[in-house]
């Protein structure tokens, strides 16, 4: 299982940016698939995910309405469409999937620890 997350960079406050999160190793169409950021000196914390087969979505609070998360099931992508960006989404963000599993809740989005299998962050910097 691997995990790679592209897409990060530096916008302004109201712009938007696009992560991509390739997965090899295992089909991304039926497990489950998250987004997850860290910001400094704070907790990783759980931004939005993907369930496996019913393509059910979660998002934290604090995104909903500006982020979309989708997957592309051909190239075995998964994104994060991050619109209305605000100074307090920078962060490292990071894509993982709770393989073998497929449920995507809240709790589950929640329970950073569960989740066993992680790409390398990618910095996204939201200047005001």
């Known amino acids: 299982v691997q995990l790679q997350a592209s897409g990060g960079g530096l916008v302004q406050s109201g712009g938007s940016l696009r992560l991509s999160c390739r997965a090899r190793g295992f089909d991304p169409r039926r497990f489950v698939m998250g987004w997850f950021r860290q910001a400094p000196g704070k907790e990783r914390e759980g931004v939005s995910c993907i369930g496996g087969n019913s393509g059910s979505t979660v998002y934290v609070e604090s995104v909903k309405g500006r982020f979309t998360i989708s997957r592309d099931e051909v190239q075995n992508v998964v994104y994060l469409q991050m619109d209305g960006l605000k100074s307090e989404d920078t962060a490292v963000y990071y894509c993982?999937?709770?393989?073998?599993?497929?449920?995507?809740?809240?709790?589950?989005?929640?329970?950073?620890?569960?989740?066993?299998?992680w790409g390398r962050g990618t910095l996204v910097t939201v200047s005001s």
């Open positions: 993982a999937t709770d393989y073998p599993e497929g449920l995507c809740a809240p709790w589950v989005l929640k329970n950073v620890h569960r989740w066993d299998y």
